[in-house]
């Protein structure tokens, strides 16, 4: 069935960097753009970072544009998020997404932590 | 960016009522937007997109309307599995931008 997968979070101290890892499976992984959304602890969703298809075309929100690098491998079926200079505003769920219908396939999220 | 303003930020209803959420963006998305049902430790879950097109799976009871920049989800009998938060999702150009959310609560 169509799945995305996220990993690589966990506690991490203020300042360093993280990467995090969404694995797909069961559709064409190299045919749709790719998203990463966030959620800080009893707030909103917030839209990250987008990668086109073939990956040739990202944005980023404004809150983590110079911070946060978006990027793919399409032969392993993964899509990534780079985020360097940790701070406690970065504490959150965060969600890779399909970009089809709007965003029409979620992972389960994977948990950031930032400790001081 | 677009901003995008939801409203109201939280309501109270039965089951049974008929229930309407209105996100307004800060400029012409024509029909690109989405709404997701989030419940609590859960990811969020599509259900409208292009403002008014139900995801596959998604009940009747949902429907949206809208176009340029203003939006309405209306749920036309909440039933006890609705009550949960709520966004709006511009998905016309990027960065795409959520609403802050309505939070959908037993009265």
């Known amino acids: 069935q169509v799945q995305l997968v996220e990993s690589g979070g966990g506690v991490v101290q203020a300042g360093k960097s993280l990467r995090l890892s969404c694995s797909a499976s069961?559709?064409?992984?190299?045919?749709?753009?790719m998203h990463w959304v966030r959620q800080a602890p009893g707030k909103g969703l917030e839209c990250l970072a987008f990668?086109?298809?073939?990956?040739?075309?990202?944005y980023y929100g404004d809150s983590v544009k110079g911070r946060f690098n978006i990027a793919r491998d399409n032969s392993r079926k993964r899509v990534y998020l780079q985020i360097n200079s940790l701070t406690a505003y970065d504490t959150a769920v965060y969600f890779c997404?399909?970009?089809?219908?709007?965003?029409?396939?979620w992972g389960q999220g994977t948990t950031v932590t930032v400790s001081s | 960016d677009i901003q995008m303003t939801q409203s109201p930020s939280s309501l109270s209803a039965s089951v049974g009522d008929r229930v309407s959420i209105t996100c307004r963006a800060s400029?012409?998305?024509?029909?690109?937007l989405g709404w997701y049902q989030q419940k609590p430790g859960k990811a969020p879950k599509g259900l409208i997109y292009?403002?008014?097109k139900l995801h596959s799976g998604v009940p009747s009871t949902f429907g949206g309307s809208g176009s340029g920049t203003e939006f309405t989800l209306t749920i036309s009998s909440l039933q006890p599995d609705d009550f949960a938060t709520y966004y709006c999702?511009?998905?016309?150009?990027?960065?795409?931008?959520f609403g802050q959310g309505t939070k959908v609560e037993i009265k």
């Open positions: 069961g559709f064409i992984f190299s045919s749709h753009g």
């Open positions: 999702l511009q998905h016309n150009s990027y960065p795409w931008t």
């Open positions: 400029q012409d998305i024509r029909n690109g």
């Open positions: 292009a403002a008014s």
């Open positions: 997404a399909r970009g089809g219908f709007g965003l029409d396939v």
């Open positions: 990668i086109s298809d073939n990956g040739s075309i990202k």
